[in-house]
C-alpha cells in the first residue's frame, strides 16, 4: 500500500483500513502461534502498512484542528531564594 494511496481517502475510510489491518495482524500472530504461517514477512508487511494508515490519520486529524490563536504565555513563578520571613 502506498502513502498516495491512503492521502485520497476519507477518515471512515482509513478507519476501516485500520480495522481490517488490526484484524489482519491478529490472524496472522494466531496462524504463527499455531505453526500454520507460511511467510513470517507477511506480519511485517502488515506491521509497516498499519503504521502508514495510522500516520496518515494523525495527520489528518491534526491538520483539521484550527489553530488557536496567539495565547499570551502565562508567567511562570521565579524559581530562587524565597524571602527571608520576619521574625526569624
Not at 498516495?4 to 476519507?10: A, C, E, I, V, Y
Request: charged share 30%; hydrophobic share 35%; glycine share 4%.
Amino acid at each position: 500500500m502506498k502513502m498516495k494511496d491512503l492521502q485520497g481517502l476519507s477518515m471512515p475510510d482509513l478507519q476501516k483500513k485500520l480495522k481490517d489491518s488490526r484484524q489482519e495482524l491478529f490472524n496472522l500472530r494466531f496462524q504463527m502461534a499455531t505453526g500454520q504461517l507460511q511467510n513470517h514477512r507477511q506480519i511485517r508487511h502488515v506491521r509497516h502498512d498499519l503504521a502508514q494508515i495510522l500516520t496518515e490519520i494523525h495527520l489528518k486529524e491534526f491538520n483539521a484542528q484550527p489553530v488557536a490563536a496567539s495565547v499570551e504565555p502565562q508567567t511562570r513563578a521565579r524559581r530562587g531564594r524565597r524571602p527571608a520571613s520576619e521574625g526569624s
